[in-house]
């Protein structure tokens, strides 16, 4: 990653750290806490999902938002989770400011500046929606829960896209190592997008722990496509050695 960062590039960084430290340190504490978690869950009463009642018999499994259910992991994962929601927020419309700002100076078409305007309104769907999550519990709230995570996932990965179009003629040049950063965006959006899709298929076909494995690694790569948009502040032709 560059060297020199402005204080935007800080804050992006920032987020996904918190990010991280928030869902790796909620599951450990989920993970160790024992009790209720590693008894049977029964949630057939709020949802039937395509035929099949939701019930976990060895209690919750490894999701990201198992970490919301109980204390005292659930406030890390509250407050770690809104805050990374704000920070998006802020982040979604400094990246439209910049980009906007960078496409005035360029030859840019209706559909670089229509997808720049578009991410940053799936960019601030994303955070406004993520904050209420945080503080939406699964067992209590399935089906809302579902809704605003499915809702995340989908803006974040929308967004990303948005961005990556609207920045086609802005980061054409750029790399980090050896890789284009457009076609590094492209590669971790479509693990994240296939990521999403399989947590559903194996959750209905296979287990709900391997549904969390896919949900964790749509997690990993959709947050390390957010990375890469350091190149929004960074000047053209930039290149990571």
Same mark, same amino acid.
């Given at each position: ?11 992006? #960084? @920032? ?18 806490? +024992? ?10 009463? /709020?949802?039937? #999902? !395509?035929? /099949? ?24 994962? +509250? ?9 998006? %927020? ?18 840019? *078409? ?7 305007? @578009?991410? !940053?309104? @799936? ?16 067992? *209590?709230?399935?089906? /809302? ?7 995340? #996932? ?13 920045? *086609? ?17 492209? &590669? ?33 790569? %959709?947050?390390?496509?957010? %990375? &890469? ?5 960074? +000047?053209?032709? #930039?290149?990571?050695?």
């Amino acid at each position: 990653m560059p060297t020199h960062k402005d204080l935007r590039t800080r804050i992006l #960084f @920032a987020m996904v750290g918190l990010t991280f430290f928030t869902a790796i340190l909620s599951q450990i504490m989920l993970q160790l806490g +024992g009790g209720a978690r590693d008894k049977l869950i029964d949630l057939s009463d /709020q949802l039937n #999902f !395509f035929g /099949q009642e939701v019930i976990f018999e060895n209690g919750l499994p490894p999701y990201i938002s198992s970490a919301g259910v109980y204390a005292p992991e659930s406030v890390v994962f +509250g407050i770690g989770f809104t805050i990374v929601g704000a920070m998006i %927020l802020w982040l979604s419309n400094r990246v439209w400011r910049e980009t906007s700002n960078q496409l005035s100076e360029e030859n840019s *078409t209706i559909i670089h500046l229509r997808t720049n305007h @578009a991410g !940053f309104i @799936a960019g601030d769907i994303c955070g406004f929606v993520l904050i209420m999550l945080a503080w939406t519990p699964m067992h *209590t709230k399935l089906v /809302q829960h579902l809704i605003m995570a499915t809702i995340v #996932f989908s803006c974040s990965i929308l967004w990303a896209v948005l961005v990556t179009i609207s920045r *086609t003629i802005l980061d054409a040049d750029k790399k980090w190592r050896e890789y284009k950063i457009t076609r590094l965006r492209w &590669t971790l959006l479509c693990i994240a997008f296939l990521s999403m899709q399989l947590s559903v298929i194996t959750f209905v076909l296979i287990s709900p722990t391997i549904s969390a494995l896919f949900e964790w690694l749509l997690f990993v790569s %959709l947050n390390c496509g957010l %990375l &890469t948009f350091y190149t929004v502040f960074e +000047g053209r032709g #930039f290149e990571e050695e």
